[in-house]
């Protein structure tokens, strides 16, 4: 259920700024928005409060937000209020975020390895996935995992390249298996 509000709510939201030429001034405001939220964890506590009247989660949101932000996003997050869907936030500017990424032909890599990559072969990376995929544009995430003991695993969606040494010594030691009980 909270995969299809944050789809229904993220969607909308990529609609409405395709359709009003503003995604990347959107994009811009929810980053600022969802920085103030983080830093706020109060705000987060007072607008899920069940006990709390909504025209008061309003009033706080309004006098927070209004003339700071695009009166588009103001109404977006008044009307996520009035649906009690603000528990759902995170969610929903998530997949607005992923969203655009896609519009605008930027991926999203998740790059682990077993030791630390220099500066040349993070490019080299990158350029690859660029050549290899229909991305204009790469965001590259970079991490290490020494159990990995050698090679990569690279994740863009729900696309997995796991070239690392433990996946093959996995993968060997299977087959073995299979050898020894037949």
Avoid: W
Wanted: hydrophobic share 40%; glycine share 6%.
């Amino acid at each position: 259920m909270a995969k299809l509000v944050s789809k229904t709510y993220g969607e909308a939201l990529f609609e409405l700024a395709v359709e009003e030429d503003k995604v990347d001034v959107f994009m811009e405001e929810i980053a600022e928005i969802r920085e103030v939220l983080a830093k706020n964890t109060d705000f987060a506590k007072f607008m899920n409060h069940p006990k709390i009247l909504k025209e008061d989660k309003l009033e706080v949101l309004q006098n927070v937000f209004k003339g700071r932000i695009q009166d588009e996003l103001t109404g977006f997050l008044t009307l996520i209020v009035t649906k009690d869907r603000y528990h759902e936030i995170d969610a929903i500017l998530d997949y607005f975020r992923s969203e655009v990424k896609g519009y605008k032909g930027i991926g999203i890599a998740y790059v682990t390895t077993a030791s630390a990559l220099s500066g040349e072969q993070c490019k080299r990376i990158e350029q690859k996935l660029l050549d290899t995929t229909s991305y204009r544009q790469m965001e590259m995430h970079y991490a290490i995992d020494e159990s990995l003991i050698g090679g990569m695993v690279i994740r863009i969606g729900d696309r997995v390249v796991d070239s690392s040494i433990k996946t093959k010594l996995n993968e060997l030691t299977r087959q073995l298996m299979k050898i020894q009980i037949s």
